[in-house]
């Protein structure tokens, strides 16, 4: 009888690791004495976090359990696997469509090394629709910054994003003027038509008048009994109208619309990824390439952009520092700005126009927005 203790690797990218990868390990435990969970440094799939925090993260996610070690690791699985001495590559299969490709990849092992087998786990049924890419855009969908750096920089549709964030969780924005202001988004489930917001959506029951109370009960757990309550306002205000109530397929088609709405919170945005080697400039010549369909964007948008994301202190400091600029005061409607300033900008947009790199501008609207503002 075999009684060497009976080591697993199961390899993945995990960016991030997730319940459903947890739950996997655990399982696999109950087969192998011992997994070691092999964090890959697969550049390809540009990753949103570097190697070293997924595996930190990682050995956070698994405890302290002797059973279980994170390690991070580079070039082929397989000879990895041979090296740390394992008999088997764990793997998780969520659907058919996984099949095909781990198929492929354990006949390649196989063939590379017969004595180390690929056993298949299926996944959970509760985690069945999780993935490392779902849980990234799950948050980005829920308007919280959780990452230290972004996985893709949407340069172009920024405003459409942001206003259907706005609709869906009933955030506050602020216009051009920088006035506070709701965007009220109504709903048909019955039709799936969406509308702007007015006071005849809100008086009629068959009319979600605002999406943002969907996402609000869905985020409490209580969406069953919204729908309830939806259907039940609905075939009251076609009592009063003298109008049959809603038939079964139409409550069914209620929920099924529904549901399509709250999927809007986890929808995958098809992105063109740029090269890690491009530099600055090349990157500012795509952005301004890019054509939004309503005005061209140029060099600034795309530093405002990674100002937004890179730096939130400053990209708030000069929005601030526009904002309290529209605000009339006793003399003039704008600030005054230091003189100091003003050479300063100068020297930059000289320096920008001799070729040097745009980010000056950058560093530019940072001091602009550091400078003591007099009234």
Known sequence: MDTRMKLALYPGTFDPLTNGHLALIRRGLAVFDQIVVAVADNTPKFPLFSQEERVAMAR??????????????????VE???????????????????????FQLALMNRRLQRDIQTVFLMTDYQWLFISSTIVKAGYIGKNDKMFKRPDDLVIDGQQRLTALLAAMYGVIIKD???????????????TREFAVWTQAYEKNSEWISEISSVFAADQEHNISKFRKAFIKNANEGRAKNNEPELTEDEEDAIEENIN????????????????????????????????????????????????AVYDNDVHDKINNFCAKSRIR??????LPIPSSARTMTGVSLRTIKHGQKPFLCWRTAALLATVPIWW
């Open 60 to 77: 956070e996610a698994v405890g302290d359990d002797d059973r279980i070690l994170v390690e991070p690791f580079t070039g082929l699985t």
């Open 80 to 102: 990895y696997a041979a090296k740390r001495g394992a008999c088997a590559i764990l793997r998780g299969l969520r659907a058919v469509s996984d099949f095909e490709y781990e």
């Open 176 to 190: 051009k003027n920088y006035k506070e202001r709701k965007i009220r988004i109504s709903f048909n489930p019955l």
């Open 260 to 307: 399509d709405l709250l999927n809007l919170g986890i929808y995958s945005l098809p992105t063109l990824k740029i090269n890690s080697k491009a530099d600055e400039e090349d990157v500012a010549d795509i952005f301004v390439r890019v054509n939004s369909g309503g005005q061209n964007l140029t060099e600034k948008n795309f530093i405002e952009t990674l100002n």
């Open 329 to 334: 005061n006793g003399y003039s409607l704008f």
